[in-house]
């Protein structure tokens, strides 16, 4: 019912700069969430942010201790398209990137075991 595909992705040195898109398809979202979430090899999938919009509660982002002030969640206004500026990379982002959608809109966003569709991934490489 939804597709997801993200891009952007690409290798760059610490210090650096990324902007990761994540495209959306076949449903028009008026109550979402969607967010991005991150993987290593031999790790577990992460989350990194989330952004939500319903007519009840607006808008809101969050986003993973470990890349705050650093990433930026946002959203263009056809809400298709979400975004994920990432400033002064350090190796250990390394890292295949995924989007994710929530619809409706639920809560527990962190939880990547609550989210309804999910994109192929991008990988991002920081080099040291």
């Known amino acids: 019912q939804v597709q997801l595909v ?3 992705g690409g290798l760059v040195q610490a210090g650096g700069s990324l902007r990761l898109s994540c495209a959306a398809s076949g449903r028009t979202f008026s109550n ?9 090899p031999g790790k577990e999938r992460e989350f990194v942010a989330a952004i ?39 190796p250990e982002d390394t890292a295949v990137y995924y989007c994710a959608a929530q619809v409706p809109q ?15 991934g991008t990988q991002v490489t920081v080099s040291s």
């Open 6 to 8: 993200e891009s952007g």
């Open 32 to 40: 979402y969430a969607m967010g991005w979430f991150r993987q290593a």
């Open 52 to 90: 939500t919009w319903s007519i009840w509660s607006g808008g809101r982002t969050n986003y993973a201790d470990s890349v705050k002030g650093r990433f930026t969640i946002s959203r263009d206004n056809g809400n298709r398209t979400v975004y994920l500026q990432m400033n002064s990379l350090k």
């Open 106 to 120: 639920r809560g527990f966003q962190a939880d990547r075991t609550r989210y309804d569709y999910w994109g192929q």
